[in-house]
């Protein structure tokens, strides 16, 4: 028996006990909350729903087929296992290097940074003091301690997903709010409680049709019906849901100072060792003549070389690291070599490139 025959028969007063409690399938969902002897229809119905429940209910009938809403209704309304949502972590590194991720780090990591800074270039240093250099600082880390700026761009990307996901929990909690008012089904709590009369609901069976439905499905039947679904692609815009308030500052920063710390013990036991003087010498050579690392370089214009370009890879005791190309990077087909030289070499590579091919 159906809930509509069975509701049918509870107002012509043939149905002897609970009809709702009776038809199982709706019997979570459906609950006779208070008979009105002297006039059945006027019954009271209570309709609850989880939230993920609900906001399944909500959605235009062929949501599953264009976007992912179930999967972020799920994982708004914490069902199932989850890891990054909305950030690719295989970009996290990108993010970094652009400047993104530093601009969260605590004051005490400012201050770590410039410590850093001030052991291995001083000259970044004061354009990092000066506040216009997250970018070219943060290249410098990753490029020089590329294992610890790609652990601290991780964790970033996990603890900034973790911020956009409360977010679109928040959103979410707030969807379908007074939505089932069109249909005389009043709200307790939006989401999850209502109420409305065994009269209400035979009368929108025999409005809408659809008499074979349980509860949850006929009203997601007739919300399509009416054209009152949601149709946001919840993945969509997904940046606004970020709120200052949802992000662990403490949490991340607590990460970066540990990996800040790696930095700063490897430069004092570069320090001992004596390294770290030739690599400071290096840095201010290269600069000196205008040279950016883990960038494509365009050897001097008399050289009249077009095409080919070089970049600085780093240093490896005291020899500069270089990656040259006889053809424009973003072309196939040409030779790529490798060389580590030292400075006066470099000088011979930079103004006379055809020793080198």
């Not at 002897?16 to 459906?30: Q, W």
């Not at 989880?50 to 708004?76: G, T, V």
């Not at 540990?258 to 003087?277: C, P």
């Amino acid at each position: 028996m159906t809930l509509y025959e069975a509701l049918k028969m509870f107002v012509a007063g043939e149905y002897k006990g609970d009809p709702v409690r009776e038809c199982h399938t709706s019997s979570y969902n459906l609950k006779l909350a208070k008979v009105n002897k002297s006039d059945l229809p006027k019954s009271i119905l209570y309709l609850t729903f989880d939230r993920e429940e609900y906001l399944k209910m909500i959605q235009e009938e062929s949501a599953r087929n264009h976007n992912n809403n179930y999967y972020y209704i799920s994982i708004a309304t914490g069902g199932g296992y989850h890891s990054n949502v909305f950030l690719d972590s295989y970009s996290s590194e990108q993010d970094f290097v652009e400047g993104y991720t530093i601009r969260n780090f605590s004051e005490v990591n400012f201050e770590k940074v410039k410590d850093i800074l001030r052991m291995v270039n001083p000259k970044l240093l004061q354009k990092f003091i000066d506040g216009n250099a997250e970018q070219e600082v943060s290249e410098f880390l990753m490029n020089r301690y590329e294992s610890q700026s790609s652990s601290i761009a991780y964790e970033y990307s996990e603890y900034h997903d973790a911020c956009l996901v409360a977010g679109m929990k928040e959103y979410l909690l707030q969807k379908g709010c007074n939505l089932l008012m069109t249909f005389k089904i009043l709200e307790m709590k939006c989401q999850r409680q209502y109420i409305t009369s065994v009269g209400n609901i035979i009368r929108l069976y025999e409005k809408y049709g659809h008499e074979d439905y349980e509860i949850v499905e006929f009203l997601h039947k007739i919300i399509n019906d009416e054209n009152l679904y949601d149709d946001d692609d919840y993945g969509d815009d997904y940046y606004a849901y970020y709120d200052d308030k949802n992000f662990d500052y403490e949490g991340f920063n607590s990460w970066v100072t540990v990996q800040l710390d790696k930095i700063i013990e490897s430069i004092e036991e570069e320090k001992e060792s004596g390294d770290l003087e030739k690599e400071r010498e290096l840095y201010e050579l290269m600069d000196k003549l205008n040279i950016k690392f883990e960038k494509w370089n365009d050897f001097p214009k008399e050289k009249g070389r077009p095409g080919h370009k070089f970049a600085v890879k780093g240093f490896d005791n005291g020899k500069i690291v270089i990656q040259y190309s006889n053809n424009a990077p973003y072309r196939t087909g040409g030779a790529m070599q490798t060389y580590k030289m030292g400075f006066e070499d470099f000088l011979n590579f930079l103004y006379h490139p055809e020793l080198f091919d």
